[in-house]
């Protein structure tokens, strides 16, 4: 079945609105500042500007904004990049007037300036951000159902041409789903597959690397590791049915995303372009004979699959037959 992604072309029309009063503001500021430029200081009874060209500099940018959000309001998650601009200088000038007010610089009355001028239009343009995100970097599910796990495992196959279902026959696979290949944990995994796949071959299992680009495109990313058995899903139909989702905004930009992110990047790790959906969410599962035998989905897309803990859940018989295969 095909899809179209609309999501760009037709946003809800309060983005619309959002994006026409904040250009009408923007541009009523504009001729405020450079016809006026001393009114403000006046009415806060603040010292007046000994340049008063650098008020008035505010005004022209401030104007030029207010064109610039007119013409993303056509679109507005098309137009992202002026939307991200826009909602980059309300966090810069409200930590500025923050300052300001902190050091006495002018007075506390004048935050009414803060308010109607940056603060009001921080969580609409936020909203926008997210779901320009959300249209750019998210793959559309292809149908409103997913596959089963027995319908999806007849339907993927591995790289040496076994289907999912044929492989797991009487053999207990190890399937790590992965994130997008740009992703700073996605390269950390990565780098430490030989290790991931000791682990896995010390408890008798077998390591399936499933992957959201087309077939033999990931080759150029697992480099020495491209003989590791893996199946390609770029329609993210397999991770919807082992019920791996997409991450909401705490999943995928959280504190705890952040750090641990800052640890990978600094391990020498990096961050490399989107390759894959940016807002699935990996895991890992051990899998045999049609049946999730024990599981481990991401909470955030910081978690690494912890294998030895995977390899607890395993029932004894299931742990005596592998050990000993």
Not at 181 to 207: A, M, P, W, Y
Request: glycine fraction near 10%; proline fraction near 5%; hydrophobic fraction near 50%.
């Amino acid at each position: 079945m095909s899809y179209v992604c609309s999501s760009a072309l037709h946003a809800p029309s309060w983005m619309r609105k959002i994006l026409l009063a904040a250009a009408l503001y923007n541009l009523s500021f504009a001729i405020w500042a450079i016809c006026w430029p001393h009114l403000w200081f006046d009415w806060i009874g603040a010292e007046r500007l000994n340049h008063p060209m650098i008020w008035q500099g505010a005004g022209l940018l401030m104007g030029l904004l207010g064109i610039g959000l007119i013409f993303s309001a056509r679109n507005p998650v098309g137009n992202w990049v002026v939307i991200l601009i826009a909602f980059l200088k309300f966090i810069a000038s409200t930590t500025l007037f923050s300052v300001a007010i902190f050091n006495q610089d002018i007075p506390f009355h004048s935050v009414w300036m803060l308010v109607i001028n940056d603060l009001i239009w921080l969580a609409p343009f936020a909203m926008m951000l997210w779901a320009s995100l959300q249209a750019h970097a998210g793959v559309p599910p292809t149908r409103s159902l997913p596959l089963s796990i027995s319908e999806a495992s007849d339907s993927y196959y591995l790289s040496n041409g076994k289907s999912l279902k044929e492989a797991a026959e009487s053999k207990l696979l190890t399937l790590v789903f992965l994130r997008h290949f740009g992703c700073t944990f996605t390269r950390q995994i990565l780098r430490g597959l030989e290790d991931i796949q000791k682990e896995v071959n010390r408890h008798g299992s077998e390591l399936i690397i499933i992957h959201m680009l087309q077939g033999g495109k990931e080759t150029q990313y697992l480099g020495e590791n491209s003989g590791v058995a893996r199946i390609a899903d770029p329609r993210c139909e397999l991770y919807r049915a082992f019920g791996l989702g997409k991450g909401g905004f705490i999943e995928l930009f959280g504190p705890h995303v952040w750090w641990r992110g800052a640890i990978a990047i600094f391990k020498g790790c990096g961050v490399g372009h989107l390759a894959g959906d940016g807002l699935q969410m990996p895991g890992v599962f051990l899998f045999r004979d049609g049946e999730i035998i024990s599981s481990q989905r991401a909470h955030s897309a910081a978690d690494l699959p912890d294998l030895p803990r995977l390899f607890e859940g395993l029932p004894s018989q299931i742990r005596h037959d592998t050990v000993s295969a």
